[in-house]
């Protein structure tokens, strides 16, 4: 019992160990640790969205529907065609 009471005194100091730090940095609510946080997620999550849409053409809505009315006239034409 003594020695968690010492431990526990230990870990609420500055000058403890990784755990102390980080729930210091994590809970402290200072602007640059805020600011540090909301980096680190934006680089976690960015770099996948930036490595995955790279090179890839983002097409409208319309696109879409002049590539189906295409479609469906071709196929519609060929479908209307006498057959022999």
């Known amino acids: 019992m003594?020695?968690?009471?010492?431990s526990s005194n230990g870990a609420n100091k500055m000058g403890g160990g990784f755990r102390?730090?980080?729930e210091h940095f994590m809970y402290s609510?200072?602007?640059k640790h805020v600011?540090?946080?909301?980096?680190i997620i934006s680089v976690i999550f960015g770099a996948?969205?930036?490595f995955?849409?790279?090179?890839t053409k983002h097409r409208s809505h319309q696109d879409y529907l002049e590539k189906a009315d295409k479609?469906?006239?071709a196929r519609l034409s060929a479908s209307s065609a006498p057959a022999k």
């Open 2 to 6: 003594g020695n968690e009471a010492n």
């Open 20 to 22: 102390s730090k980080m």
């Open 29 to 31: 609510g200072d602007k």
């Open 35 to 39: 600011f540090a946080g909301i980096a």
């Open 48 to 50: 996948p969205w930036y």
């Open 52 to 55: 995955m849409s790279r090179g």
């Open 71 to 73: 479609a469906r006239s």
